[in-house]
Structures are given as C-alpha cells and as structure tokens.
C-alpha cells in the first residue's frame, strides 16, 4: 500500500515540475492573433476581369498572395481562402498597414528581363494559365510555357542569345529602383522568399512553346507553375472588409486577460479544495495540467492564439471542473447509501460516466458546427473548444481519476472521508421543497423576462455592431483626455457619418461609423488621429457582402446545433429528454438575446459564439438531471410508471438531488468568467456577460424548465406502449479506474 502512496505522490510532482518548466516556454512560443499582439486583416473578394471566375483562378490568387506575404517577411502569416471566392489575409505583428495592404491587392506582374534588370517581355506573350507541369527530354520534372505572341517572344529570346550573359530571368512583382538580379541571383529560384521566380540561359531565339528545364523536384515545379500563371490571371482583389490592431491595444488585451485567467483558474482552485479537500487538490493539478496539454496541443497543430481562444479555453476549465463534480458527488452519493468507501469510489466514477461522455459530445457538437461555419476568431474559438473537449476527457476521466484511485487504494482515506473528499457522516432529512408546486412561478418568470425582450426588440430592435449591419469601427486611445464632443467634431471634419460613440473601461473610446472606408480614407483617418492626440488607433471595415453571409451563416449555425443536439439526445435517452433539452437552451439563448436587448448591449460576430457556447455547455447540466431522472425511473418504479403522480416523484427526488451540484458546478464555471469580465479585455466583456447570462439561465432552466417539459410530454404517453429508445452501451473498463 506504501508503494501505491508513493507512486501517486511521484506522478503528481513529475507532472507538476514537467509543466511548471514547460510551460513558460509554451507561452513564448505561441502564435498570437491580432487581437493579442497588433497587426492587419483584409478580407478580399476575388473577380474576375474576362468571363467566369474557376477555381484555379482562386488558388493561384491565393499562392500569389502567400508568397508576397513571404517576401513581406512576417513571420507567422495566417492566410486561408473562404468561401468559393474570398481570400482572408492576418498578418501578425505588421506596423506598415499600408505598404502590405499595396502589396497585397495589386494585381500580380510576370515579366521577362535579362541579367541586368531590362524589361524583354510581360506575361501577355503567355496565354492564359499557359504554364504547367511538363517534362523535359530525360523524362525529369519541366516547367512547360504555351506562348500566346510568337513573333515577341522570338525576338526577345534571340536578343537575349547573342548576349555575353545569355540567361532570361523570370520575376513576379519585379519593383524598379528596389529589386535587381545581382542582389537575388543567390536566392533565384528560391521560391520562398525570393520574386526572382527563375533563371534559363537561352541559346537561340524560340517562336513557339517552351520548357524551363533544371534540377527541379516536382513539388517546385508546381509552385513554379502555379506562380507564374497567377502573374497572368484575369482576376482582381476587392477588399470587402479590414481591420487593424495597433500593437499597444494588442500587449494590453494579452496582458489583461492572462491576468484574468490566472485569477479565474486560482479561485477554481480554491474553491475546489475548500469543497472536497484532498480530492479537490488532486482536481486542481489535473486542472494545471488539463490548461497547459490544451494549449500544447493547440501549438502543435499550428493554431493562433486569439481572445475568443482564451475564452473558450476558459470555458473547457469549467466542462473539466464540472465532470470532477459531478464524480465527486456520485461518490459522495453512495456514501450517502451506506456503500463502503472503496467501493462507493468505484460505484461512483463508474455512474458518472456516461453524464460525462454525454454532456461532452453535445458541446463538442456545436463545437464542430462552428468550425465548419465560422470564420477567423470564430474558428479558433472552435479549434480551441474542440481541443477543450477532448483533452478535458482524457486528464479528468483517466488521468485525474487513475492518480486518486493510487491513494484510494493505500486505505488511508478509509476513515478520513472528509480530509478525501469533503463528506461529513451525518444523516441528513431530504428536503421538502417541491419543485411541482412552485413550478408555474419560475416558467412565469421566464415568461416574463422573454415577453419583455420581445418588446424591446420589436421597439428598439438589437443594439447590433458593425459585424450584422455593415460599416466602420474606430477604436481611438490617446494620452490626452479627450472628449466626446471633440471627437464628434473630428468625425464631421472627416466628412463621415457618425452612428454612435462611447468611452470603455479602460479610457478608449469606441466610435462606429455608416461608412465603409476604402484604404485610403483608412490611411488618412488614422493619420489624422495620430497627428492631432498622438492616438493609437484601430480600424476595421465590414461590408454589406460580409454582414449579409454572417448572418446567414448565424442563423444555420443555430439550426444545425439545435437539429444535432435533438437527434443525439434522441438516440440515448428518449425523443421527450431531447424536446426538453432543445426547449431549454432555446430559452436559455432567448434569454440571453432579451437581456442584450433590454440592457441594449452590442451584438456582434463573437455573440453568436458565446451563444452556441451557452447552447453546448448548459446542456451539460440538462443531461446529468436527465441521466438522473432515468436512474430513478429504474430506481424506484422499476421503469414502470403508472401516474402523472408517480413522475412528479421521480423529478422531484432527482432535482432534489442535484441542485447542490448544479449551484456548485455554475459558481466554479461562473469564477474565471467573471474575472475575465472584471479584469480581462473590454474587446470581449460582451462575449463574457452573455457567457455570465446564459450560465445562470442554464442552471435554472435545468432545473426548473427542462424538466417540466419532459414531464408534460411523458405524462400523456402514460399507458401507451413503450418501444426501447435506445440500446445500453457496454462502458469501457479501465484499469485503476472503474476496473
């Protein structure tokens, strides 16, 4: 027993030294987004100039675009094509806004000049698309040219074979005055970083197609190709939205919310060993090392930390928090029950289980839902919440559960079950509040609130930003005091439409303006701002192209996740546990929406994220009460229910019995949230309140809505005959753990 003791002793410290020296070299080597470090962001539209836009265009847009990046030299770039036509361009740590925004949207130049940087011919020699990937006479990797101007092209290559330096030099984007052969010669053909695209020696004049032979690898061959044919595209970029983070807004918003996360993570922590003591303990260093594998893995995989990351990051602290609680609890259930303290350990890992995996897979399903339809931020946000999931179930249900089950198995704990886990062996009278009776009072409250949300948005509508309605942000922080009326003056200066303006916490003011702003009134706005307070300013321009697919894209986000949820919950419990639930969270997203409508707080992008936040993690408490519910069913009628009265006993018992760990689940995840409201950002309190919102109406609507609709549903299938919902699966046995 000695030899467990000491084994679970030396696991915990390795694991907290490995992390304790890992993960400071883990945060330095973290890409960080925009809105954590400063930098750039535009989203382009790709058209084309002559007939219909293909795919290919696209592409090669888009490695045209990535290589001008490489010569940009950013050093952790993010650039994705969505959609079938936008190109979204992050350019981290970026200072020169305007000097990339240039380089990135002008149409890409081919040229042919010698070895002294003289123009011999442009890319309209070429046909369109006319390189591809050839052969030469050796059979090895060629880049093939279909020349559209013959009588050109010979003229220039025979002119460049009588030469004494008789090589042509291919270039993409050559800039006269700033590139020159003699300075990238070493680097041509260097297609990372380097515009010299190629270098042939030419021997005699050619009037008809040609191949660019050397030591190519079939891989340069395909980018050489794909370059090449970009620099000859008929397509052009239409910039449809931009946003730029200076790099003091960036630093402030990082510092901010890691302080906020580490005071969110020390409260968990302490309530957690206040609540359950040694077992508590142990939580709180799986909790560590749960924090430290997610942003691992989230570095692995290439991610870029941004606010909506850390937030989501946040949220798995409390889904890995709320799966100790609900082990905890069974535990102390079967303690409860008179089960003796090893087994009650194994009875109730092995209960709370299948309320884990399945509260887990429910938010890992909205989760999935915005990664496929969100984009930028919202994208990490999903990445990070996916990553959250899945490392959440593999530290608490194995790793969390293997270490305890080291000093369970010593006997140490036998008759100290309040040092183990918080348990006082008192008999306690179950009490006598009765949640039918009291029912009508809380579904009229909600009634209530949802009636006055209603009204507010038919009257006032939603406050919404830029991202639904289209426009221009401008976030202005200057040392000087400014006021109000000064910068209401500078914006009619400017000669723009003023929406609306406001001071944030932190002595910013954010000002949203009806314009769309092209580059150069950007340039000239922040100019002005700078010259004028010596401000830092952000800028960012949403379109009405974008506004129009964010909402749509909103709008099926929401339907997928509720049609995903509906069908898994129907699957392993029954269709009236998934009406239920998916009335619940409607409520609970309503919920939210009236409160942002009444207290007229900002909508944008990232509140759709909060709310199919809300939507995945308050279920996690409607499917532990159910899972309880179907127990008592079992339990105490042996799944024959013969009444309405019968049920009623069932919910209320279960209710009973959970509402101690769904007050307690709610306060431990409402902690970081709100330390990152109190101290974290202002660029996501809002995503912060409707988190704090939607958390508290999750917990009541578990408790005092969920139910009641399962049970309005099941009691007028009382005597009909009952068909098996769904076939028991045999749980997974672990050694140390439920084996």
């Known amino acids: ?85 936008r190109i979204r361009v992050q350019l981290a740590g970026v200072s020169d806004e305007s000097t990339a925004r240039e380089l990135l949207s002008r149409a890409a130049s081919l040229t042919f000049r010698d070895t002294n940087d003289n123009l011999l011919m442009t890319s309209s020699v070429l046909k369109s698309g006319g390189a591809s990937v050839g052969t030469d006479q050796n059979g090895r990797p060629a880049v093939s040219l279909s020349v559209k101007n013959k009588r050109e092209f010979y003229n220039a290559t025979k002119k460049v074979s009588g030469m004494k330096d008789n090589r042509i030099v291919i270039w993409l984007d050559f800039e006269e005055g700033t590139d020159s052969f003699s300075s990238e010669e070493n680097k041509c053909g260097s297609l990372s970083n380097s515009k010299c695209l190629s270098v042939a020696t030419v021997s005699q004049g050619f009037s008809s197609d040609v191949i660019i032979q050397g030591n190519f690898e079939r891989e340069e061959v395909n980018s050489l190709v794909e370059l090449i044919n970009s620099g000859s595209l008929p397509t052009k970029l239409v910039e449809i939205s931009s946003k730029n983070v200076e790099a003091s807004f960036g630093e402030a918003s990082l510092d901010k919310t890691f302080f906020a996360s580490i005071v969110g993570i020390i409260g968990i922590i302490l309530t957690m060993v206040i609540l359950y003591r040694f077992s508590g303990l142990i939580s709180s260093i799986g909790i560590v090392i749960y924090t430290f594998t997610t942003f691992l893995v989230f570095w692995v995989i290439g991610g870029v930390l941004t606010l909506p990351g850390i937030a989501a990051a946040i949220i798995g602290v409390g889904m890995a928090i709320d799966a100790n609680v609900i082990t905890y609890s069974r535990i102390k259930d079967e303690l409860k029950n008179g089960t003796k303290f090893q087994m009650a350990y194994k009875l109730g890992n092995k209960n709370a289980l299948s309320s884990i995996v399945d509260s887990n897979i429910t938010t890992l399903i909205v989760a999935i839902i915005l990664f496929i339809f969100g984009e930028s931020s919202i994208k990490g946000f999903a990445t990070m919440l996916i990553i959250s999931i899945i490392v959440t179930l593999l530290i608490t249900v194995i790793l969390t559960r293997y270490i305890l089950s080291l000093f369970v198995k010593t006997k140490f704990f036998d008759d100290k079950l309040n040092l183990f886990i918080g348990y006082k062996n008192k008999t306690k009278k179950e009490g006598k509040f009765s949640f039918m009776k009291t029912k009508k009072y809380f579904i009229s409250a909600s009634c209530i609130l949802i009636i006055l949300g209603v009204i507010t948005i038919f009257f006032k509508g939603l406050n919404l ?275």
Not at 501 to 524: F, M, P, R, V
Request: no cysteine; glycine share 6%.
């Open 1 to 85: 027993m000695k030899k467990s003791f000491f084994k679970g002793i030396l696991i915990t410290l390795v694991l907290l030294l490995v992390v304790g020296f890992s993960f400071p070299t883990l945060l330095k080597n973290l890409n960080f987004g925009l809105d954590l470090k400063g930098g750039f962001e535009v989203l382009y539209e790709v058209e084309s100039i002559d007939g219909d836009l293909t795919n290919d265009m696209v592409t090669n847009t888009y490695k045209t675009m990535l290589k001008r990046i490489d010569v940009l030299g950013v050093s952790e770039p993010n650039i994705a094509v969505e959609g079938d036509n």
């Open 465 to 739: 930003g830029i991202d639904f309605k289209g426009g221009t942000s401008v976030n202005i922080n200057a040392e000087n005091n400014l006021k109000i009326k000064d910068l209401k003056s500078d914006i009619n200066e400017l000669g723009y439409k003023l929406e609306s303006i406001n001071k944030e916490a932190d002595g910013s003011y954010s000002i949203i303006l009806d314009d769309n702003l092209n580059k150069d009134q950007i340039n000239e706005t922040k100019t002005y701002f700078t010259d004028k307070y010596q401000a830092s300013t952000d800028i960012g321009v949403v379109s009405n192209v974008v506004k129009k697919e964010l909402i749509k894209n909103a709008i099926l986000s929401l339907i997928i996740a509720s049609l995903g949820i509906l069908i898994y919950i129907s699957f392993r419990f029954k269709f009236s546990y998934a009406m239920g639930a998916i009335i619940s969270l409607l409520h609970d997203a309503f919920m939210v929406v009236a409160v942002f409508s009444i207290l007229r707080l900002q909508v944008s992008t990232i509140f759709i994220a909060a709310i199919l936040s809300i939507i995945g993690y308050s279920i996690n408490d409607t499917i532990v009460i159910f899972d309880r519910i179907k127990e008592n069913i079992k339990k105490m009628y042996n799944n024959r229910i013969k009444n309405k009265e019968e049920l009623e006993d069932v919910v209320n018992t279960s209710l009973r019995q959970m509402v101690v760990r769904s007050i307690i689940t709610t306060v431990t995840t409402l902690i970081p949230v709100l330390a990152l409201i109190i101290l974290g950002s202002h660029e996501i309190i809002n995503f912060n309140i409707a988190l704090l919102i939607g958390l508290i109406a999750g917990s009541y609507s578990s408790l005092f809505i969920a139910s009641q609709i399962w049970l309005f549903i099941e009691s007028k299938n009382i005597g009909k005959k009952k068909k098996k919902a769904y076939k028991e699966v045999e749980e997974l046995k672990v050694k140390g753990i439920n084996a």
